[in-house]
């Protein structure tokens, strides 16, 4: 895909959106509005957007806990009113108003996710035996963060993928901790993407704070999906700035003090995702104060009618719940 001044605006709008969808997030849950919990994935911008500007509506995307899929769903597609009125627990999000991040849309490629860590990368493999025999050169993408490679359903499916050439790139975000606990304490080796090596899965280790690095990385990857050539696996290099959860101390185990290092956080929101190509957009030209300002506008106005459509919107009848615990 050729990278055009259209594309660089439309990846930095992207990000911006879906950073203040986060916030707004945070805001209604401390204001009451939300029926949930919420994971912030503030830091996390530019890996689920470059992703996401690869692919076509009926390519599939299995998005993760972080943020709750905003990087991923937004950016796929998924309007931000229908993601927050989930999280408000009313019956027009995306998810039959069980108040949480469970939301789905077929149409544009998000068939969901699993109700735990890791539970939809085996799922990921399946849908992508089903692209294969579908034989229309759709794309899976199975996204997962650090924790989640602990778990036995991570290597089903990268031995499925590879001995079947499956269409599935296996697009994990590292952002160092898995709830509480750092990725060093966890993993023998830094890198977990050495992980595809003994499936015989190209890989590459990408950082996850330059939108264009994610882009450029995703490209190939895609390309090879779709040429029926199998997966690749990707490792993210990601950083989240706030804490596992909102309300909660930001915990990390085997820490002095036993909570993350002031130093490592400081280090790493100097590399917000959005500022860095922000200030690259502007220097060569691309984006001006005007654009951003007007972005920033269209965004903060987007969410707040995400939020008055939230606030206005009918509860679920609880007559229907069956209708989203059972098939007919």
């Given amino acids: 895909m050729e990278v055009t001044n259209e594309l660089l605006i439309k990846l930095y709008t992207q990000m911006v959106r879906v950073r203040k969808l986060d916030e707004k997030m945070i805001e209604c849950l401390f204001s009451g509005k939300l029926r949930t919990f919420f994971h912030s994935g503030q830091g996390q911008e530019a890996p689920g957007v470059a992703l996401c500007a690869h692919l076509n509506d009926d390519d599939m995307v299995f998005y993760n806990h972080r943020s709750h899929g905003l990087n991923k769903c937004l950016p796929k597609g998924m309007p931000a009113r229908q993601i927050l009125a989930e999280h408000f627990g009313k019956a027009t999000g995306g998810g039959n108003g069980f108040a949480g991040f469970h939301y789905s849309d077929i149409g544009i490629g998000l068939p969901g996710m699993g109700g735990m860590v890791g539970g939809e990368l085996t799922l990921a493999a399946g849908a992508g035996i089903a692209c294969q025999l579908r034989g229309e050169g759709q794309v899976v993408v199975s996204c997962f963060g650090d924790g989640a490679t602990g778990r036995g359903p991570l290597h089903e499916g990268l031995l499925m993928s590879a001995a079947c050439k499956l269409p599935v790139i296996w697009f994990c975000e590292n952002n160092l901790y898995a709830q509480w606990t750092r990725v060093n304490v966890t993993h023998p080796r830094e890198d977990l993407a050495d992980l595809a090596q003994g499936y015989g899965i190209p890989a590459a280790i990408v950082d996850g704070q330059d939108v264009m690095a994610v882009y450029e990385a995703v ?33 990390s185990v085997r820490t002095e003090g036993g909570m993350r290092p002031q130093a490592e956080m400081d280090e790493w929101t100097k590399k917000d995702p959005i500022r860095l190509f922000k200030d690259a957009l502007m220097e060569k030209g691309v984006l001006t104060q005007a654009d951003e300002e007007r972005i920033d506008k269209e965004a903060d106005d987007e969410m707040a009618e995400a939020e008055r459509f939230s606030a206005e919107s009918p509860w679920p009848d609880p007559k229907n719940f069956d209708k989203a615990l059972y098939a007919d």
């Fill in 219 to 251: 490209g190939p990857a895609v390309e090879r999906a779709r040429a029926g050539k199998g997966p690749t696996f990707l490792e993210v290099k990601t950083y989240r700035f706030r804490a596992h959860a909102e309300g909660f101390p930001d915990f």
